[in-house]
């Protein structure tokens, strides 16, 4: 955390959402809401791809917006297998990003609760970047994306991405046609990628 990241509360379905907004050193373009990795498997907000999509996405002039999911740090309430905690994403959206430019980024877990919070919001408002890394499309039902929302997604995944197999992801996206960025040798968690993948997902926010 540094001095231009604030640490927050939002008022969750089952009690406080705790939250982490990182500001851009010039004037914001939007809200990036960013979903961490598994709850019951170690994530957080502060996990290190979490971290490097908000990096990246004050970078390019964004307020980055990290929760952690209930259940976890100070957040209220238990795991709830993906249902409470797309409540949580559109609770934090709905109180920190109603207006103004959206962007929505998962990794993992996060991922599959991205694609189910923008299947609910997009016939509503505009979402202008989606980043999605590591998508669990062997382990969830990841939601199909809205075909008009493809030329605005990045999809990034491991080569030998040993907790999500790459072919899942390309099963998941092979019907909708939707491009998958591969980082060749990649594992789940992009251990010395984090440089690349923070690249790439600059490349795409500037497209």
């Not at 709850?39 to 390019?60: E, H, I, S, W, Y």
């Amino acid at each position: 955390m540094n001095s231009r990241t604030e640490r927050f509360q939002v008022q969750g379905a089952v009690g406080p959402i705790e939250a982490l907004r990182d500001l851009p050193d010039g004037p914001s373009r939007g809200v990036a809401v960013i979903a961490h990795p598994h709850p019951l498997f170690g994530g957080t907000m502060d996990n290190k791809v979490v971290q490097t999509l908000a990096r990246a996405f004050v970078q390019c002039g964004w307020t980055a917006l990290r929760f952690n999911f209930r259940g976890i740090g100070a957040s209220a309430g238990v795991y709830d297998e993906g249902h409470g905690e797309t409540d949580d994403m559109l609770r934090v959206i709905a109180t920190q990003a109603s207006q103004g430019a959206l962007s929505l980024a998962g990794f993992s877990f996060g991922s599959f609760v991205t694609s189910q919070v923008l299947q609910t919001l997009w016939p509503l408002r505009s979402v202008e970047k989606i980043v999605l890394v590591g998508t669990a499309a062997s382990r969830f039902d990841v939601a199909a994306l809205p075909p008009d929302s493809h030329d605005r997604t990045l999809v990034v995944h491991g080569e030998h991405d040993d907790t999500v197999p790459l072919l899942a992801v390309l099963d998941w996206a092979r019907p909708q046609s939707l491009p998958v960025t591969v980082i060749p040798g990649g594992a789940h968690f992009f251990h010395g990628q984090l440089p690349l993948l923070k690249n790439l997902v600059v490349r795409h926010l500037r497209s």
